[in-house]
C-alpha cells in the first residue's frame, strides 16, 4: 500500500487506542466500531503486514470516516488518523479499488464539475450572478454545495455583499470544486490539478471570499501547502468580521439566543474559531454548546450525505440534541453540509440559519 512511514507509524500508535474513541461524530451515529480511528488503524496495519487485502470492503471503511479531525484534536500524543486515512483513499484509487458509489462521484467530478452530476443551476441564483460586474476587487466562490445544493444560501451571502456595498463578482462558470477531489482521494494529480485552475481563475482578483467552510480549508491548507493557490484566500465568517470592523455593515444587536455550529475544517484546519462568534456577538445573545469551539463535533456532511444518507442523518440529529440542550433559539452554521443535515434535525421552535442569514436579519 503507497503511504507515508509517517502513516504506517500512525496505523501502529492508532490501533490499540481507544483515546479518541467518543469524539467520532460517524461512530456515535452508527454505534459500530469499525467507524473509529482505531479500527481503521487496525485494518490498514493488518494491510500494512499483509494479513488483509486493501480491497473494497476495506477502502469503503475510508469513506465512512468525514475528516473532521476530531480524533487528532482530541489526541493528547499528536498522531492525526485523518491523515493516513486521506492517504489510504489515494492508495486505493491506485490500486483501482474504490467503493462504486465513490468512483461515481468521481465520474461525476470529471464530467460535469461537480460531485453531485449535471444539475442544472437555480434560475434565481443565475439571474443574480449574470448581474453582478464582470470585473470587480473581490471574488465571492460560492463552490459546489451552494450552487447545487442549498442556493438560496448562496442567493444571501450576493444580497450581503451587495448591503455592505463591496465591489464583487461571481464566476458564472466556477472552477472544478477542489474540496470534492481532495475528500474522495486526497493529494492525487486530479486535485492538484483542479486547485492549479482556481488559483488561476483568481488571479485576477484582490482577495477571494469562500462562502463555504469546506472550500476555504482546501484552498489554505492543500493548496497553499502544494504550492499551487497563491491567491489571497479569505472565509466567508472572517469576511463579514472585517465587514463589520469597517463599518460597512452595521448589524443591530438583538435579544436572540444563537448557538454555533462551528465547522471543524475552520475552526480546526484553519485554527478559526473566533470569527463567526465576533459577528453573533454583533447581533445577539450566543449559547454555547458543551462541545464546541476547536474541540466542535460534526454537525453534517455534503458528500458523505449522497452515500451514507441515514449516518449523516443521525450525526445531524444528535448535534442538533445537543443544541437543544444549550437553549438554542437559532442555529448558525458556517457550510452547506451542515446546514442541510441541522434544518432537516431541528424541532419545532428552533430554527437553523447560515451565518449570511443570520446578519442579515440584524441589519
Known amino acids: 500500500m503507497q503511504v507515508s512511514q509517517k502513516s ?13 474513541h467518543h469524539i467520532c461524530p460517524i461512530g456515535n451515529a452508527t454505534g459500530h466500531e469499525r467507524n473509529t480511528a482505531r479500527a481503521r488503524a487496525l485494518s490498514l496495519s493488518l494491510v500494512e503486514r499483509g494479513g488483509l487485502a486493501l480491497d473494497e470492503e476495506v477502502s469503503s471503511n475510508l469513506y465512512e470516516c468525514a475528516l473532521c479531525s476530531g480524533c487528532a484534536h482530541d489526541c493528547i500524543t499528536g498522531w492525526d488518523p485523518t491523515k493516513f486515512t486521506k492517504e489510504s483513499r489515494l492508495a486505493a484509487a491506485l ?32 439571474k443574480a450572478i449574470a448581474a453582478l460586474p464582470k470585473t470587480a476587487d473581490v471574488l465571492l466562490f460560492l463552490g459546489a454545495d451552494a450552487r447545487a445544493l442549498y442556493p438560496a444560501g448562496a442567493l444571501n451571502a450576493i444580497a450581503l455583499l451587495k448591503a455592505a456595498g463591496v465591489s464583487f463578482t461571481v464566476l458564472q462558470d466556477e472552477p472544478t470544486d477542489a474540496y470534492a477531489s481532495n475528500f474522495l482521494i486526497g493529494a492525487a494529480e ?5 486547485m492549479k485552475r482556481a488559483s488561476e481563475a483568481f488571479a485576477p482578483f484582490q482577495t477571494v471570499v469562500c ?10 491548507r492543500e493548496g497553499k501547502e502544494w504550492g499551487v493557490v497563491n491567491a489571497h484566500i479569505v472565509t466567508f465568517p472572517a469576511y463579514v468580521v472585517s465587514l463589520i470592523k469597517d463599518g ?29 462568534r465576533t459577528v453573533i456577538d454583533a447581533i445577539g445573545e450566543r449559547r ?8 466542535t463535533m460534526l ?21 442538533m440534541r445537543e443544541a437543544v440542550i444549550a437553549g438554542a433559539e437559532v442555529v448558525v452554521t458556517e457550510n452547506v453540509g451542515e446546514y442541510l443535515a441541522l434544518s432537516a434535525a431541528a424541532p419545532q421552535g428552533v430554527k437553523v440559519v447560515t451565518l449570511e442569514e443570520a446578519v442579515l436579519s440584524c441589519l
Open 8 to 20: 504506517k507509524e500512525t496505523f501502529d500508535a492508532c490501533r490499540f487506542c481507544w483515546m479518541c
Open 95 to 126: 490500486e483501482g479499488v474504490l467503493p462504486p458509489y465513490i468512483n461515481t462521484l468521481l465520474d461525476n467530478l470529471a464530467d460535469y464539475g461537480t460531485p453531485y452530476g449535471q444539475v442544472e443551476e437555480n434560475a434565481e441564483l443565475s
Open 190 to 194: 486530479e486535485t492538484r490539478a483542479a
Open 211 to 220: 462562502y463555504d467552510g469546506t472550500d476555504a480549508a482546501a484552498f489554505l
Open 248 to 276: 460597512k455593515l452595521a448589524p443591530k444587536k438583538g435579544s436572540t439566543a444563537y448557538t454555533i455550529q462551528d465547522c471543524a475544517y475552520i475552526a480546526r484546519e484553519l485554527d478559526d474559531d473566533t470569527s463567526i
Open 288 to 295: 454555547e454548546m458543551l462541545v464546541s469551539g476547536k474541540a
Open 299 to 319: 454537525g453534517g456532511q455534503a458528500l458523505m450525505a449522497t452515500y451514507m444518507a441515514d449516518v449523516i442523518a443521525k450525526v445531524g440529529a444528535r448535534r
